[in-house]
């Protein structure tokens, strides 16, 4: 299993990045998280002109919205998602298991409003997978890199070309039995307590970074579920 995954070809998602989706998702965002009004802006962005004309840095994890799978509606599988790291039967329950994201200190990703504007690439493989848990019980964990940047990512998997560095950890389970289907619903709904940000202990800057931490939990969180509903709206 896990050769045959590894070995898959990588999958090569090709962008021009307009600003556009930017503008109308930060324009979304205006009044719930504070990346949209850090600046104090609370006018429509085409009210900007200066937006319109000048070249300008993508926001931290805006890169969401951009590089969408080219995959078509018969291609994906029965939870919405496409096939591209699916290790088989009868592994077919899909969960997010955890992921990182690199920025580079030395590369930025370019929003252009220019006609001419340069091609980029999200290199997508499978890097690992294994296999954990008991006997009938296994669980298959796909770790998936991303690298964003240049258009040579299409030849080789090099950071050098990369802005952006990302690692999404997924994990397949076996589908449930109609019996522990019926005894999870038994055991009722589970309650998931708050991070908590301050507590005996910690220091002024270790509570900061708590906060900083779950504020980007939240904001990749909507993030995906931003992308998510737009492209499910409107397949590609």
């Known amino acids: 299993m896990r050769e045959n995954l590894v070995s898959r070809p990588a999958n090569i998602i090709r962008e021009y990045l307009s600003p556009t989706p930017s503008d109308l998702f930060e324009a979304a965002l205006v009044g719930y998280v504070d990346i949209a009004t850090r600046n104090g802006r609370d006018k429509p962005i085409d009210a900007d002109r200066e ?19 080219n995959t078509t509606r018969s291609g994906l599988m029965s939870d919405g998602c496409d096939s591209l790291h699916f290790p088989g039967e009868p592994w077919s329950r899909r969960m997010w298991a955890g992921g990182s994201i690199e920025f580079a200190s030395d590369k930025r990703l370019l929003l252009t409003r220019s006609l001419v504007g340069k091609r980029l690439v999200c290199r997508e493989s499978v890097a690992d997978v294994k296999t954990k848990g008991l006997p009938g019980k296994e669980k298959i964990f796909v770790q998936v890199d991303r690298l964003y940047g240049s258009a040579e990512l299409e030849n080789v998997a090099d950071k050098q070309f990369a802005a952006i560095t990302e690692r ?4 397949f389970m076996k589908e ?43 904001i990749s969180a909507l993030l995906s579920l931003q992308t998510h509903i737009f492209y499910s709206a409107f397949p590609h």
């Open 176 to 218: 449930k039995t109609p019996e522990e289907v019926k005894e999870d619903l038994a055991r009722g709904d589970r309650v998931v307590k708050r991070m908590p940000v301050s507590s005996d202990g910690l220091s002024n800057e270790e509570n900061a970074n708590c906060q900083s931490q779950l504020q980007s939990s939240q």
């Open 168 to 171: 999404r950890d997924l994990v």
């Open 51 to 69: 937006r319109w004309t000048s070249l300008r840095l993508m926001p931290q994890g805006f890169h969401l919205i951009y590089f969408p799978q």
